[in-house]
C-alpha cells in the first residue's frame, strides 16, 4: 500500500465525516460476507438461496460507489484504497462465488466443470489486474467479469450444458477482445440525452423485479419477465458496441 504524507491529509475533517467514511467501508466489505454465505448455500446446494445472497451482494457494490462519493472518502479515510477493497470483494461476489457454483452444480457437462471455472477464473484474474480495465470514460474494457449475472441466466434458462461451457468459452474470449461494455450505474457517461438515461435507468430497475420474480417462481417461469431479461442482455450489448464505436463527446 502506498504510504500517503502526513502534510497531504486533510486537517479538517469532521469526526462525523471520519465515521461515515469508515462506515461506507465497512458497508463495502459486508460484500464479502454475503458471498460467504452464498458459497455455503451452494455447498448445501440451496442454489436459489445462493443467488439471493449473490443479489445482495450486487446491490452493496452498485450503490457503495455513490456513497463514497457522497463523502469524498478519499479525503476522510486516505489511508485506505477504497479501489483495492472494492476489487477484492468484486472478485470473490462476481468471479469465485459463481465458479464454484459451476463446479457444484451440473450446469456444465460431466468432468468439464473445472475447466469451465478455471476459464472463468483465470480469464477474470486478467481482466481484474489491468491497468486501463476501466477506461476513462468509465466504461469497461471488455466483457466485464459479470459471472454472477450469467451464472443466473443460465441456472434460468436451464440449457444443456454443452450449451452454458459453450458460452462460458465465448464470453472468456471477450475478456481480452476491448470492446467497452457499459457501467449501467453510471448511465450519464453512457447516453447524453436526458430521456434516455432515464429510460435505462428505469429499465434497469425492471430488470433486477423481472430478474428477482423468476428467481422467486423458479423452476416455474414467465414468459414476460424472461422476455424483459433477454431484452435487457440485447439492449445493454448493443449500447456497448455504440459506445465502442461511437464515444460520447465531451461535454
Given at each position: 500500500?502506498?504510504?500517503?504524507?502526513?502534510?497531504?491529509?486533510?486537517?479538517?475533517?469532521?469526526?462525523?465525516?471520519?465515521?461515515?467514511?469508515?462506515?461506507?467501508?465497512?458497508?463495502?466489505?459486508?460484500?464479502?460476507?454475503?458471498?460467504?454465505?452464498?458459497?455455503?448455500?451452494?455447498?448445501?446446494?440451496?442454489?436459489?438461496?445462493?443467488?439471493?445472497?449473490?443479489?445482495?451482494?450486487?446491490?452493496?457494490?452498485?450503490?457503495?460507489?455513490?456513497?463514497?462519493?457522497?463523502?469524498?472518502?478519499?479525503?476522510?479515510?486516505?489511508?485506505?484504497?477504497?479501489?483495492?477493497?472494492?476489487?477484492?470483494?468484486?472478485?470473490?461476489?462476481?468471479?469465485?462465488?459463481?465458479?464454484?457454483?459451476?463446479i457444484?452444480?451440473?450446469?456444465?457437462p460431466?468432468?468439464?466443470?473445472?475447466?469451465?471455472?478455471?476459464?472463468?477464473?483465470?480469464?477474470?484474474?486478467?481482466?481484474?489486474?489491468?491497468?486501463?480495465?476501466?477506461?476513462?470514460?468509465?466504461?469497461?474494457?471488455?466483457?466485464?467479469?459479470?459471472?454472477?449475472?450469467?451464472?443466473?441466466?443460465?441456472?434460468?434458462?436451464?440449457q444443456?450444458?454443452?450449451?452454458?461451457?459453450?458460452?462460458?468459452?465465448?464470453?472468456?474470449?471477450?475478456?481480452?477482445?476491448?470492446?467497452k461494455?457499459?457501467?449501467?450505474?453510471?448511465?450519464?457517461?453512457?447516453?447524453?440525452?436526458?430521456?434516455?438515461?432515464?429510460?435505462?435507468?428505469?429499465?434497469?430497475?425492471?430488470?433486477?423485479?423481472?430478474?428477482?420474480?423468476?428467481?422467486?417462481?423458479?423452476?416455474?417461469?414467465?414468459?414476460?419477465?424472461?422476455?424483459?431479461?433477454?431484452?435487457?442482455?440485447?439492449?445493454?450489448?448493443?449500447?456497448?458496441?455504440?459506445?465502442t464505436?461511437?464515444?460520447?463527446?465531451?461535454?
Amino acid at each position: 500500500m502506498t504510504n500517503i504524507p502526513e502534510e497531504t491529509i486533510p486537517q479538517n475533517i469532521s469526526f462525523f465525516r471520519k465515521f461515515s467514511a469508515w462506515m461506507v467501508h465497512v458497508f463495502t466489505a459486508t460484500g464479502a460476507v454475503f458471498s460467504l454465505l452464498a458459497l455455503n448455500e451452494i455447498y448445501w446446494w440451496n442454489f436459489k438461496l445462493a443467488f439471493w445472497y449473490m443479489a445482495i451482494a450486487i446491490f452493496i457494490d452498485s450503490i457503495d460507489g455513490f456513497m463514497a462519493r457522497l463523502v469524498r472518502i478519499k479525503e476522510a479515510v486516505p489511508k485506505i484504497d477504497g479501489a483495492m477493497l472494492d476489487n477484492i470483494i468484486d472478485y470473490v461476489n462476481y468471479v469465485i462465488v459463481p465458479a464454484f457454483f459451476f463446479i457444484e452444480s451440473e450446469l456444465l457437462p460431466f468432468g468439464l466443470r473445472i475447466l469451465g471455472a478455471g476459464i472463468i477464473a483465470i480469464t477474470s484474474s486478467y481482466q481484474f489486474s489491468q491497468i486501463d480495465a476501466k477506461t476513462s470514460d468509465h466504461f469497461f474494457k471488455g466483457f466485464p467479469s459479470y459471472w454472477n449475472i450469467v451464472a443466473f441466466y443460465l441456472f434460468i434458462w436451464n440449457q444443456s450444458p454443452w450449451f452454458n461451457l459453450g458460452i462460458i468459452i465465448l464470453l472468456g474470449i471477450l475478456i481480452f477482445v476491448p470492446i467497452k461494455y457499459a457501467y449501467l450505474s453510471r448511465p450519464h457517461f453512457l447516453l447524453q440525452n436526458r430521456f434516455l438515461k432515464i429510460f435505462i435507468l428505469i429499465f434497469s430497475f425492471l430488470w433486477a423485479f423481472s430478474a428477482g420474480f423468476l428467481l422467486w417462481i423458479y423452476p416455474e417461469t414467465n414468459v414476460f419477465f424472461s422476455f424483459i431479461t433477454l431484452i435487457y442482455i440485447l439492449v445493454y450489448f448493443a449500447l456497448s458496441l455504440y459506445r465502442t464505436f461511437i464515444p460520447a463527446k465531451e461535454s
